[in-house]
């Protein structure tokens, strides 16, 4: 095959991690294999319970990747490894425009999106966005953890917009992708047509903007960028996965552009969401699965949207490999295979919590919730904050608050300083297992 059919195929491949989301790409169409070109019609191959599987429910997903890259017309054809037809090894034709990002998915619609009490204000000011552009909070900065629905928002606002906008421009783009043309355009000496596609649209959708910490000449470019929009009278929004003050790696003037608008966050959803989340995500694919299936995994899944999507897509696929009903047993095996097993105590309170971890650590409750910088208070501290967002379905702000009014990023901190020293400290680990024991009696 030669390189420009594999430069094709690269784009195709990224396309696809676009629209169907990095686990189900994974199982279901990373084993994918470029063939060649038959005339209009792209040839592909795989194993054969893949091949089937792609065939049967990503059809309409590697139709649109392939159409975005190589142009409307093409084709695609997935056959079993060893049957797909030798074809002539040419050069693809190219998509008219490269990098920099372009349309909204059409997957991710307000109709897909689930709402729950970690994602109503969010989700509120999209659409409201959507609904007025620039009227309503412009600029729009979303902030949350991977993997919680921020990207979906984002395609949902553009799908609108161009829906029921009347005529209004709108392009989305990752800021990896926005870095990765504004380099290309220097090289090639094309700025004006990177500013073309950037600055001259009427909406503007920029997902994981922490990407450009510490990136001097794209940090630059983007806030002319931003400049240009907003006196022009566009609308911006941006994602992060941090707050705009907690950028630290982003100069000062662009942070506060972020911060002028409305800063809102997602968090992480509770068990009420996840199940309505599996629900939805079942009804789209037309799986049969029974509540008591989806509510095991709502329970043993509750980091994040994208974990638990993929941890349905991998019992389904060993549900179909397998030939075995899909049901709350097979469910509970799959996961446990994982390493996963149901959350316990849902009836958690905060309180509770920071009296077992105070036990546990032998300190007393008062002296876990003092100012203390000693670090065994600190260490447990951190560790009640984590168990305190493991074991409940409070937000941080809430969690914050039940700990001596702190902030919500303060609980964030000690969140991300616990699963990072579990990950590496065996007795730090065994304390997090002795204290989740303890709440599953």
Not at 6 to 18: D, G, H, K, M, Y
Not at 169 to 196: D, G, P, Q
Not at 342 to 350: F, K, M, N, Q, S
Request: aromatic share 6%; glycine share 8%; hydrophobic share 45%.
């Amino acid at each position: 095959m030669s390189s420009n059919i594999e430069e094709s195929w690269q784009e195709i491949r990224s396309a696809l991690r676009n629209r169907v989301g990095e686990s189900t790409y994974g199982l279901w169409l990373a084993p994918l294999r470029c063939v060649g070109l038959d005339g209009d019609t792209l040839l592909l191959e795989g194993p054969p319970e893949v091949s089937a599987w792609a065939t049967a429910r990503y059809a309409a997903a590697l139709r649109e990747a392939a159409a975005a890259v190589l142009g409307a017309s093409v084709g695609v054809s997935v056959e079993a490894t060893g049957a797909a037809r030798q074809v002539r090894s040419g050069p693809l034709r190219t998509a008219a425009h490269h990098g920099g990002g372009g349309e909204p998915n059409p997957k991710y619609t307000f109709e897909q999106f689930v709402i729950g009490k970690s994602n109503r204000l969010a989700h509120a000011a999209a659409l409201a966005v959507a609904e007025l552009p620039t009227q309503a909070y412009n600029p729009l900065f979303i902030y949350g953890s991977p993997g919680l629905g921020k990207t979906h928002l984002l395609h949902a606002i553009g799908n609108y917009v161009r829906s029921f906008g009347g005529g209004l421009s709108v392009r989305y783009a990752t800021a990896e992708e926005f870095t990765n043309a504004f380099i290309a355009a220097l090289a090639s000496r094309s700025t004006e047509s990177f500013k073309a596609r950037f600055r001259g649209v009427d909406v503007l959708l920029l997902d994981d903007v922490q990407f450009i910490e510490r990136k001097a000449r794209s940090e630059e470019e983007m806030f002319h960028t931003f400049n240009s929009l907003y006196d022009a009278g566009s609308q911006l929004v941006v994602t992060s996965d941090r707050l705009p003050g907690d950028l630290a790696g982003i100069e000062e003037r662009l942070r506060e552009r972020f911060a002028s608008g409305l800063v809102t966050d997602i968090e992480r959803p509770d068990r009420a969401t996840r199940v309505a989340i599996l629900r939805k995500r079942a009804a789209f694919d037309g799986l049969a699965v029974d509540d008591a299936a989806l509510e095991v995994i709502a329970d043993s899944v509750t980091t994040n949207i994208r974990a638990l999507e993929g941890a349905l897509i991998r019992i389904v696929a060993v549900a179909s490999l397998e030939r075995r009903i899909l049901d709350a047993g097979l469910v509970t095996e799959v996961l446990a295979r994982q390493g996963l097993a149901p959350a316990v105590a849902h009836g958690a309170t905060v309180a509770a919590v920071q009296n077992a971890v105070a036990g546990h650590f032998a300190l007393s409750t008062a002296a876990l919730l003092s100012r203390s910088r000693d670090p065994r208070s600190t260490w447990a501290r951190q560790v009640a904050m984590y168990m305190a967002r493991e074991l409940t379905d409070h937000s941080l702000p809430h969690i914050g608050r039940e700990f001596g009014g702190r902030d919500h990023t303060t609980v964030l901190h000690a969140c991300r300083r616990v699963a990072a020293r579990i990950a590496v400290d065996a007795a730090a680990l065994a304390d997090i297992a002795a204290l989740t024991n303890h709440f599953a009696r």
